[in-house]
Each structure stands twice: as structure tokens, then as C-alpha cells.
């Protein structure tokens, strides 16, 4: 069946680049989302159709995708943005699919 | 504002049923597609399943894991989406959220949350 697959973690420290991967088959021809989700709260969406950013989300988030890997980076990543992270997407008959979440620890 | 207010969940036993609604605002409701997603304890998210608009006869697609079990209701003149969980299971224990559908020509995702309630199956 169908994944979308991540890291479990991914560490850095306050300032420094956090870069989360998410690699799928379909994901050449499908979008990917990602969403941010801290301790105790509901999943917060912070990057659509691969690259593009709500707004409210701090400009220091960015997507961007490639073959069969997206990638979701934190541009000088703040201790705030310590969260788990899931990229979402759709398999080629359009079902849903999370990847498995990647806990980013700033620190 | 959007805002999406779940409620209904608590312990049940095995085998029992559950009735969880969600109640909608700030957006024309009966205008989207809605579906619950599920979080066991510390674990990631998981699709539970959708229902369409009126536009779209109000079909609903389920994941394997619930089919059968879970039905997808809603009663657009109250704003509101359900979801009636029947025979539960020990592993259907997880937070449950519904979240507002956007349709693109590419798929689907979900652009906004609410915040969950939890269901824990236990006896």
C-alpha cells in the first residue's frame, strides 16, 4: 500500500535551519501538505500545494517538493516551532494519507 | 472566523457505540466536503472518513479500519457533521477531530481543525 514516509526526529538549535523530508511514489503528481501540531493542541495547516503558506505562518516556513520527495524547512527555526510534524498528501485514486509525523526538537 | 466545536465523546466499552457531532461556523457549511481524522494516544494522524456536499449527494467514503462500523452524517441546516461509531474496539481509543475539506483540482486536504474529542474504548 501506499506511505509517506519521514523521519521520526530531527533536531537543531534555536537559528539554525530544521529540515523535515517526506518521500512518496505519487507525490510527482500529487501536492504536499504539511501540518504543524504541538502538545496537546490540533494539527495547524502551514504549507499547501508543496510551497505555498497560509497566512499567519511565519515566513520562516517553506516547502518545496521534487520527485518523490517534499521537503518542509525552518529558516532560522525558534524554540516556538517545536511541534510534530506531519506531511499529508493523496495517493493516486485521491485517498488521504498522513506520513507517520517527524517530532522537531529546538533546543 | 472558522471555527469547528467537537463534542460527544467519553469512556465506552467494547463492543458499545458512540455518537460524536461537530458543530460549524464562520463558513458556509453545506457548501463543503467535511471529515474526521483520528489520533490514538501518541500516536499520528489517521483518516477516518468524509462526507461530500449536497452538490455532490452527500456521498461518504470510509477508511478500511472503520467501514461498516462508522457512519458520516450531516444536517446542513444546523451546521453540523456526525459521526456514529457502532461495535467499537479498544483500538478505535483516540482523539477525534473534524476538519473542513478543500478541494482542488489535484485532491484534497484540510485547511482547517477543530480541536478534538476523545474517545477512549475500555471496559
Known amino acids: 500500500s501506499y506511505e509517506l514516509t519521514q523521519p521520526p526526529s530531527v533536531s537543531v538549535s534555536p537559528g539554525q535551519t530544521a529540515r523535515i523530508t517526506c518521500s512518496g511514489d505519487a507525490l510527482p503528481k500529487k501536492y504536499a501538505y504539511w501540518y504543524q501540531q504541538k502538545s496537546g493542541q490540533a494539527p495547524v495547516l502551514v504549507i499547501y500545494e508543496d510551497s505555498k503558506r497560509p497566512s499567519g505562518i511565519p515566513e520562516r516556513f517553506s516547502g518545496s517538493s521534487s520527485g518523490t520527495m517534499a521537503t518542509l524547512t525552518i529558516s532560522g527555526a525558534q524554540v516556538e516551532d517545536e511541534a510534530d510534524y506531519y506531511c499529508?498528501?493523496?495517493?493516486?485514486?485521491?485517498?488521504?494519507?498522513f506520513g507517520g509525523g517527524t517530532k522537531l526538537t529546538v533546543l | 472566523e472558522v471555527q469547528l466545536v467537537e463534542s460527544g465523546g467519553g469512556l465506552v466499552q467494547p463492543g458499545g457505540s458512540l455518537r460524536l457531532s461537530c458543530a460549524a461556523s464562520g463558513f458556509t457549511f453545506s457548501d463543503h466536503y467535511m471529515d474526521w481524522v483520528r489520533q490514538a494516544p501518541g500516536k499520528g494522524l489517521e483518516w477516518v472518513g468524509r462526507?461530500?456536499?449536497?452538490?455532490?449527494?452527500?456521498?461518504?467514503e470510509y477508511a478500511a479500519s472503520v467501514k461498516g462500523r462508522f457512519t458520516i452524517s450531516r444536517d446542513d441546516s444546523k451546521n453540523s457533521l456526525y459521526l456514529q461509531m457502532n461495535s467499537l474496539k479498544t483500538e478505535d481509543t483516540a482523539v477525534y477531530y473534524c476538519a473542513r475539506v478543500a478541494v482542488t483540482p489535484n485532491g484534497y486536504y484540510f485547511d482547517y481543525w477543530g480541536q478534538g474529542t476523545l474517545v477512549t474504548v475500555s471496559s
Open positions: 462526507t461530500r456536499n449536497k452538490a455532490n449527494s452527500y456521498t461518504t
Open positions: 499529508y498528501s493523496t495517493d493516486s485514486s485521491g485517498n488521504p494519507l
